[in-house]
């Protein structure tokens, strides 16, 4: 009993303010974690938790569903907490991409772990590239000038309004290793363990062996009459390093897919470039885009699990390392690198399509449940997921009805700003 009793009342209080009724917590959520799970807590645990959480003061728990994909388990569960005058903050880790409609179904906290992460290429130090953002959180990130050629050069039909230019007959890296922008003592926190993937969660389905980490090179190529099809614009490979700081130098190649065939190292021709698909904001810049795939797990050659990248992480697998993209110009022709982006199939294939959205189980008719919990203690490659989640509820309920909350760890407190606040993403 104690173990669940433990309950997390240890001032992990959740304090949302309410602005539709809800049945218990309508003036002001006073809510608590718990350890109700529906798939393992007894229906007499669940009451003995409620019951000392209502005499405590609280009027809402978090509760929790994995594994099982039926509705029972988890409607009994909020039927628990409504004898007991508690509302339900919910955390539904549900991932069922059933080929069968009536059996498809996803949670909240299931669908806000995808991933998708924009690196701006422009963000080389901690200087300002559009007003006043030499400080802001959005841009936590950068590559070092001091690894890269080229400048960042303004105009607004690109993603923030700038790109990063190489000039034609300037060779060296375009792009290099991602850090964050501001210190950490006398080195820099390197980019990598900010990325955490849906691990397996549900019945039946291995969701890490389904999944991939794609990586999106956004560009374009400008002054190529001169050159012949065969010859090298560029040079793509990823690296990690053994410590997740600027202070390790030591690093290794890593083996990544183009398609189905797998290298260490893919080389641009002239012919391939102009094969290359546009990019999505390929009316305004001209843009193309390339694209390299990373397997989390499973009947792969070579998967990110293999190769060290990955560890177990409560419901998710955590980059453990730094995956840097290294983009080598070759002086060819003039380059305008828009961004790098990083998502993940979950994220693409089903976060950002209405359609499955449209097959998150919201449980309409129970008045108690107050908000859905998202993943925990999200990271920046997930907001643009809790983003879409939002907008979605927003668009299901009657205005703030619910919302999709969290937690979050500001375990980058430490990071030297220029203008001295701390960085809370």
């Not at 107050?370 to 299901?396: I, V, W």
């Amino acid at each position: 009993m104690r173990t669940y009793i433990h309950i997390l009342l240890f001032i992990c209080i959740l304090a949302v303010p309410c602005s539709l009724p809800a049945l218990y917590s309508d003036d002001f959520l006073i809510g608590a974690y718990s350890h109700i799970r529906s798939y393992s807590t007894s229906a007499a645990c669940t009451d003995a938790i409620a019951t000392r959480a209502r005499e405590a003061g609280f009027n809402a728990l978090t509760s929790y569903t994995a594994w099982e994909t039926n509705d029972t388990a988890p409607s009994d569960m909020f039927g628990i907490l409504d004898s007991d005058s508690l509302d339900v903050i919910y955390e539904d880790l549900i991932f069922n991409p059933d080929p069968d409609p009536s059996l498809e179904k996803y949670g909240y906290a299931a669908l806000s772990s995808g991933i998708d992460m924009k690196f701006e290429s422009e963000y080389a130090d901690a200087s300002e590239v559009n007003s006043e953002d030499s400080f802001l959180d959005t841009f936590f990130y950068m590559s070092s000038s001091a690894a890269r050629v080229g400048s960042f050069g303004y105009d607004e039909d690109y993603s923030n309004d700038n790109y990063w230019s190489v000039p034609d007959s300037s060779s060296g890296y375009a792009y290099k290793d991602i850090t964050y922008r501001w210190p950490h003592g006398a080195h820099y926190d390197r980019v990598g363990n900010e990325f955490r993937f849906l691990g397996e969660t549900t019945n039946g389905v291995d969701t890490p062996e389904n999944n991939k980490l794609n990586v999106r090179f956004v560009f374009r190529v400008d002054g190529l009459d001169s050159y012949s099809n065969s010859d090298t614009l560029a040079v793509f490979s990823f690296v990690k390093y053994d410590g997740m700081t600027t202070e390790f130098t030591v690093h290794d190649s890593l083996y990544f897919y183009q398609g189905s065939a797998f290298t260490k190292k893919y080389v641009l021709t002239k012919a391939i470039y102009e094969s290359l698909p546009l990019s999505d904001t390929s009316s305004l810049t001209g843009c193309k885009a390339l694209e390299f795939q990373f397997p989390l797990k499973g009947s792969f050659a070579h998967t990110l699990d293999s190769q060290g990248m990955l560890s177990d992480n409560a419901w998710h697998l955590q980059m453990n390392k730094s995956l840097n993209p290294w983009m080598y110009w070759c002086g060819r022709g003039s380059l305008r690198l828009d961004y790098i982006e990083y998502f993940d199939d979950v994220f693409a294939n089903y976060t950002n399509i209405p359609a499955k959205r449209a097959k998150l189980r919201n449980f309409e008719s129970v008045a108690n449940l107050r908000h859905f919990y998202g993943m925990d203690e999200p990271k920046a490659p997930n907001f643009a997921s809790f983003k879409r989640l939002r907008e979605h509820l927003q668009a299901t309920f009657p205005m703030d009805a619910r919302y999709i909350v969290t937690a979050n760890d500001l375990d980058r407190w430490h990071l030297v700003k220029p203008d001295t606040t701390r960085y809370r993403r």
